[in-house]
Structure formats: C-alpha cells, structure tokens
C-alpha cells in the first residue's frame, strides 16, 4: 500500500521558520503539491512543483515559501520562512494533479505569539 508520510511540524512564533518534508514511494515519478488545512477550513494547495522541480505557489505563502524536492531519495520538501498566524494548519503532501489515497496523517504547524 502507498504510504506518504509527512515530518517537520511544530510550535513556532509568528516571524519564524519551519521545514517540511514528505516521502512516498512514488514522489520522484510525479508533480507533487503541499496542501495545507487550517482549523475549520477545507484543504488547500498552497505549493507544488513538477518533477523538474518547477514551482508554482498560492498568493497566501508566495516569496515565503520554498519547495524542493530530491528524486533520488523520494522526497519533497517545504522551507517556511516568515510563518503568520494564518500559517496554522495540518500540512500534507500528495501527487498534483489526480491525489493519490490514502493520504497521510499530515503534519501540524502551530504557528502561535
């Protein structure tokens, strides 16, 4: 069974930084996105990138956040710089476009003063 898993969350001050990252088997062979879901709030795409490494970024997190991704190790990850308070949210990973079940457990980021 396909098994993404995503690390890197915490309990950060407004201004600060996380990062990210999320492994799956299958990451290097597709574009990949981040979405994140904050409390009482749908999911949503905040980043992606191809797997050229090309990025594309929501309004919301553009010039803060960075993604990256290593091929060869079946990994992608986020570098958050600058968190708000709007931050706060479980953050997953998953194949973009056509996600791919199940999903993992995410990741918290608590982004709190």
């Known amino acids: 069974q396909v098994r993404l898993v995503e690390s890197g969350g915490g309990l950060v001050q407004p201004g600060g930084s996380l990062r990210l990252s999320c492994t799956a088997s299958f990451t290097n062979m597709y574009d990949m996105g981040w979405y994140r879901q904050a409390p009482g709030k749908q999911r949503e795409l905040v980043a992606r990138?191809?797997?050229?490494?090309?990025?594309n970024y929501a309004d919301s997190v553009r010039g803060r956040f960075t993604n990256s991704r290593d091929n060869a190790r079946n990994t992608v990850s986020l570098h958050m710089n600058t968190l708000k308070l709007e931050d706060t949210g479980v953050y997953y990973c998953n194949k973009y476009p056509g996600n791919i079940d199940p999903w993992g457990q995410g990741t918290q980021v608590t982004v709190s003063s």
């Open positions: 990138i191809t797997r050229l490494g090309i990025t």
